[in-house]
């Protein structure tokens, strides 16, 4: 099963910036969509972005117009840069394949947005 590791998580001020990135342990050629996730305390995982092996990309309407998301396949890797952050972005970071199917949960990044 492909693995990820995510990093690049912190504590940010309102209205900062962070890039995250997320490591597969192989291959992401063949994975058509790759997405990011977060799960806030106490509730639900949920996806905030995608992109597809064409770079076609996708986001919810909460983060749209701040986040970006990004894929080097040849790196194996997915990026997320996040822009005018805010409190309510506070959760954990999460990459993965869409649907989640032969792929592992990594770790996570946590992501605080505080003054």
């Known amino acids: 099963q492909v693995q990820f590791v995510e990093s690049g998580g912190g504590l940010v001020q309102p209205g900062g910036s962070l890039r995250l990135s997320c490591v597969a342990s192989g291959s992401i050629l063949s994975i058509y969509i790759m997405a990011w996730y977060r799960q806030a305390p106490g509730k639900q995982r949920e996806m905030v972005a995608s992109i597809t092996s064409q770079d076609i990309t996708s986001y919810a309407d909460s983060v749209k117009g701040r986040f970006t998301i990004s894929r080097v396949n040849a790196k194996n890797t997915v990026y997320l840069q996040m822009s005018g952050l805010k409190p309510e972005d506070t959760a954990v970071y999460y990459c993965?394949?869409?649907?989640?199917?032969?792929?592992?949960w990594g770790q996570g990044t946590q992501v605080t947005v505080s003054s």
């Open positions: 993965n394949s869409f649907p989640v199917r032969g792929t592992s």
